[in-house]
């Protein structure tokens, strides 16, 4: 079993930034990928961005140029770097993992992005 913990969400405004952190632990070991995924009000869940355990990332058109995602493997930690932060960025951030054929999803965090 793999256990994420979210943080770092809250209110900012238009053009601020935020950085959201997912602690992992539990059957860590060689956890294949990571990412973060959000899910606004009537929204389907959309991914935001992926990691690999080499390094490699991928994005979302809709945050390319103004979030960054990265793990730090020494601390089990993944992050989300959001700058530039648009309303539209308003939803409910989750971190997720895959180790094998699981699935893991965190609580979430809220993320709000309004003046």
């Known amino acids: 079993q793999v256990q994420l913990v979210e943080s770092g969400g809250g209110l900012v405004q238009p053009g601020g930034s935020l950085r959201l952190s997912c602690a992992a632990s539990?059957?860590?070991?060689?956890?294949?990928?990571m990412g973060w995924y959000r899910q606004a009000p009537g929204k389907e869940r959309e991914l935001v961005a992926t990691?690999?355990?080499?390094?490699?990332?991928n994005y979302a058109d809709s945050v390319k140029g103004r979030f960054t995602i990265s793990r730090d493997n020494a601390k089990n930690t993944l992050y989300l770097q959001m700058n530039s932060l648009k309303p539209e960025d308003t939803a409910v951030y989750y971190c997720?993992?895959?180790?094998?054929?699981?699935?893991?999803w965190g609580q979430g965090t809220q993320v709000t992005v309004s003046s």
């Open positions: 997720n993992a895959v180790r094998f054929a699981s699935v893991y």
């Open positions: 539990g059957s860590i070991f060689r956890l294949n990928s």
């Open positions: 990691i690999t355990s080499d390094g490699r990332t």
